[in-house]
């Protein structure tokens, strides 16, 4: 049964070193298979906050961790323009990974990661024509029996960023990426960018996808937060199970929230004891 630990959007710059100790205690208590980090290392991709950032990674690595990772768009320089379009990711490959399209395969997941982080657009995401046939391809040697795992920085989907109704943007070519999850079988979508937490079925947010799990992580260290305090994710996967349990900062230490278990039927995953009428 594997178990994951998802962190998201670190933000070393702009992080509260208190969090970054318990970040650690926690997934080391947890024990994982794999941790996953779905981008924004640093606030502003400088030399010093990467530093730090490699020093969190190897505290990782050094105590027996499995680390996959993806750059977030925070990892690609703002305001040196040169650097920004012309080498946006050199810090990110020589401090975090020289990897931007990892692929980690653990006992019962297959673990892929996709760079969605664009000098052009730099906020907003995107995918590749390359990228989409790299999914497909990835997947298609994956076992049948296997969790099929997709990891972006930026979500597929428009989600809510706040307590309105305001939503922010889907990835830019979402029709083509939708139309590979599908078509490749993943089961779970893990990304952050929004700094909240969250868990919905692909179908409640795009009526025309398929029954893929979609994962968001809060922002684990960051002192900028968005209506609700810092977090991460753990998630643990049986087979046709998969129980998300939200780390919540409590001030002193994370605490664990209620874990939520969702059970795949009919090609998708509902939460456990809803009626099969109130998901449709």
């Given at each position: 049964m594997p178990s994951l630990i998802h962190l998201s959007d670190l933000h070393f710059g702009a992080h509260d070193?208190?969090?970054?100790?318990?970040?650690?205690?926690?997934?080391d208590e947890a024990k994982p298979d794999l941790v996953v980090i779905s981008g924004d290392f640093t606030q502003r991709a400088r030399t010093e906050?990467?530093?730090?950032?490699?020093?969190?990674?190897?505290?990782?690595?050094d105590r027996g961790h499995e680390v996959l990772a993806v750059p977030g768009n925070h990892?690609?320089?703002?305001?040196?323009?040169?650097?920004?379009?012309?080498s946006p990711l050199t810090r990110y490959k020589k401090f975090i990974d020289d990897e931007l399209c990892p692929l980690q395969e653990i006992k019962g997941a297959t673990v892929l990661g996709i760079n969605t982080a664009r000098s052009l657009t730099?906020?907003?995401?995107?995918?590749?024509?390359?990228?989409?046939?790299?999914?497909?391809?990835?997947?298609?040697?994956?076992?049948?029996e296997a969790a099929r795992i997709l990891v972006t920085h930026h979500p597929l989907f428009a989600l809510p960023v706040g307590e309105g109704p305001e939503?922010?943007?889907?990835?830019?070519?979402?029709?083509?990426?939708?139309?590979?999850?599908?078509?490749?079988?993943?089961?779970?979508?893990?990304?952050?960018?929004?700094?909240r937490a969250s868990v919905n079925d692909a179908t409640d947010l795009v009526t025309r996808a398929g029954g893929v799990l979609v994962v968001q992580a809060g922002t684990a260290t960051s002192t900028r937060v968005r209506d609700e305090e810092q977090s991460f994710n753990r998630i643990d996967i049986d087979g046709d199970r998969i129980e998300i349990t939200v780390q919540r900062w409590g001030g002193s230490g994370f605490v664990s929230g209620d874990a939520q278990t969702y059970?795949?039927?009919?090609?998708?995953?509902?939460?456990?004891?809803?009626?099969?009428?109130?998901?449709?």
């Open positions: 070193p208190r969090l970054v100790a318990a970040v650690a205690e926690r997934v906050q990467f530093k730090e950032a490699c020093a969190f990674l190897a505290g990782l690595r990892d690609v320089p703002l305001y040196d323009v040169l650097r920004r379009f012309l730099f906020k907003d995401g995107r995918v590749s024509h390359e990228q989409v046939d790299f999914i497909r391809d990835t997947f298609a040697r994956t076992p049948s939503l922010g943007k889907a990835i830019g070519r979402q029709e083509l990426a939708l139309d590979v999850v599908e078509e490749a079988g993943v089961d779970l979508l893990l990304a952050g960018h929004n700094h059970r795949r039927s009919e090609g998708r995953w509902r939460l456990a004891g809803q009626p099969l009428e109130a998901a449709h």
